[in-house]
């Protein structure tokens, strides 16, 4: 098997693809048997083989390669919530930390865990590729988290030392520990900032947009994608969260570890069967973006008849698009008026400019949503610490537990909708996906502003019992109301995911430049990066807001005095603003269809 080909640059790949097709052409000539040769009549566009040929339809890509793509996607999200979901336990525990510190720490992590991806998808798009991307992040992965379980075997021997916690804190190991810990830590968000963009970029482009049917496989391939995304985070929340707090943090890390390892060889496993995008030797496609935007600027005194006048001698004809953010049009003229090569830009890479700009106002409606996600780990958890919940058999239910509802919901609906309702609604609307991206992305907004008025409506309930009951001032008594009651909240946040998680994952794949995917879908995962930071922001400007003058804030350590249905009740209102800004937006969104015939 030659594996060097996808060390060699791409420019030899587009090299290696001409000789290929040339050679293809001189034997049809000479043998006309030849001419049957399915280089002709069963190849992909665009793409090679491993071994740099053009690739056949027949015997590549499809799910025979996104299978092994998913599945390696599987064990990164085990991996990653094996580590963030019990993360403040760890930072609280071995480590010593205070709450709030400890909080501070996890919000950090992950919203550098989120932002991250931009710089992976840089990388990959403009010099590495997705492939090799993937292989170098995932031994990064592998890498930090055997760091991470080493630095929880040093915890074990301090321990075990039988040392106060004054000397333990004092101590050179403990210093190192920490120090070690932390780099583990960021190294892992770092290799997942370059492994999650590539990943799901690299498996969208197993299919074909130019081929209906591989285009239809395509939407399926996003549904299922995260599918296995979820059932990955569910076993997580089901097994290992057990295993390190009762059993080991060594063996709690380690195995993480261990399923990453066994990931990259699954991926490594289908190397053969992949379709790798073929790129030249041209410029970044970041770079060729900006100077659309730059020659734009630099144009801005040039008239709109000088720029009519080139888009006629051009031959451009009049679309919604070219009359679209018209300014930077003034990018296909140069700034002394003219025309020689390099110095000013195609109407393609124009149109690849304003398809970028296009996904700025969908990014920053979506925030709001982004700010949503990020309250089912923290205060329903503590909605649900407060309330009853023991079962018929004595078990006790951990309150964070029920984050498995979410990933529960989402693995349970994803076969509904793809198997149901897409074909259903296909049929009525005649879309391939059912419904259009954008009215996918709305449905899950208006199904989570109503999960938080349940939210709402049940955090109201809780303290009334509280109240009745005379608990106000008696937090730590148990509220007698069933943990059950969290559970439609729950769900519906699943099932919103569902609609706009995964629709916010395809659009922003899909609406960016073949050479931009990866970026594309880095800026979906800095939407909650952004949210997480604004989250952060939004609580802590409360709390300072309603604590004033001695009084208890929303957000007080004593629940029932807390007033988590104002706070809950103020997302929703923000995400009905956020949702009819959204609506505003995609009324005057132009799709971008790039390289379909259909």
């Known amino acids: 098997m030659n594996y060097d080909v996808l060390l060699q640059s791409d420019h030899w790949l587009s090299l290696n693809y001409s000789k290929t097709f040339i050679t293809a052409i001189s034997m049809s000539i000479s043998d006309p048997s030849a001419a049957q040769t399915p280089l002709l009549d069963d190849t992909v566009d665009g793409c090679l083989d491993y071994k740099g040929r053009p690739v056949r339809r027949s015997s590549s890509g499809c799910w025979r390669s996104a299978s092994f793509i998913i599945v390696v996607e599987i064990a990164e999200r085990f991996a990653y919530y094996g580590i963030s979901s019990n993360l403040i336990t760890y930072l609280t525990g071995p480590l010593g930390e205070s709450t709030a510190t400890a909080a501070a720490q996890v919000n950090a992590w992950n919203g550098a865990a989120s932002l991250l991806p931009l710089l992976g998808a840089f990388i990959a798009d403009s010099f590495l590729g997705r492939y ?48 070690l810990f932390f780099f583990s830590l960021y190294l892992v968000a770092f290799a997942q900032g370059g492994h999650k963009p590539c990943v799901q970029a690299f498996g969208a482009d197993q299919f074909d947009t130019q081929d209906a049917e591989e285009c239809k496989a395509k939407s399926s391939f996003f549904n299922w994608w995260y599918f296995g995304m979820c059932a990955g985070t569910l076993t997580t929340l089901s097994i290992l969260n057990y295993i390190q707090d009762n059993l080991s943090w060594v063996l709690g890390f380690a195995i993480p570890g261990i399923v990453m390892a066994v990931g990259l060889v699954v991926f490594l496993l289908g190397t053969m069967t992949y379709r790798y995008s073929v790129k030249g030797d041209e410029e970044s496609p970041i770079v060729t973006v900006g100077r659309v935007f730059i020659l734009a600027v630099r144009n801005r005194k040039t008239s709109y008849s000088a720029i009519a006048a080139e888009e006629e001698a ?195 794949y899909d609406q960016m430049p073949n050479e931009l995917r990866s970026v594309g879908l880095a800026l979906y995962l800095s939407i909650f990066g952004v949210g997480s930071f604004l989250s952060s922001f939004l609580i802590s400007a409360i709390e300072n807001l309603t604590s004033r003058d001695g009084r208890d804030s929303w957000f007080a350590n004593n629940l029932n005095r807390a007033h988590l249905d104002y706070f809950y009740l103020l997302l929703a209102a923000l995400s009905a603003v956020g949702l009819t800004l959204y609506v505003c937006c995609t009324k005057y969104y132009i799709y971008a269809r790039w390289g379909r015939t259909f």
């Open 132 to 179: 090799r991307t993937i292989i170098l992040a995932s031994l990064v992965y592998v890498l930090g988290i055997g760091l991470l379980a080493l630095s929880a075997t040093l915890s074990s021997i301090s321990s075990s030392g039988g040392q106060n916690a004054d000397d333990i804190a004092l101590s050179s190991s403990l210093q190192f520990q920490v120090i």
């Open 314 to 508: 051009r031959g451009i004809l009049a679309t919604e698009s070219s009359k679209q953010f018209k300014f930077l049009n003034k990018a296909l003229l140069a700034p002394d008026g003219s025309k020689e090569q390099g110095e000013v830009c195609s109407i393609r890479e124009v149109e690849e400019a304003k398809a970028v700009i296009r996904l700025a106002p969908i990014w920053a409606t979506s925030l709001t949503y982004a700010i949503v996600f990020a309250q089912s780990s923290t205060f329903f958890t503590k909605q649900g610490a407060t309330m009853d919940r023991s079962t018929a058999t004595g078990f006790e239910i951990p309150a964070a537990s029920l984050q498995s509802f979410i990933s529960l919901s989402i693995v349970l609906f994803i076969p509904i909708y793809d198997r149901i309702f897409v074909p259903l609604t296909r049929a009525l609307t005649g879309e391939p996906a059912g419904i259009t991206l954008l009215q996918r992305i709305g449905s899950g907004m208006v199904i989570s502003t109503i999960s938080l008025v349940i939210a709402a409506v049940v955090e109201m309930r809780r303290l009334k019992i509280a109240e009745e009951h005379g608990l106000i001032d008696k937090p730590i008594v148990v509220v007698p109301m069933s943990i059950w009651w969290l559970v439609p909240q729950y769900a519906l946040y699943g099932l919103a995911d569902v609609f706009t998680m995964v629709g916010l994952q395809e659009f922003f």
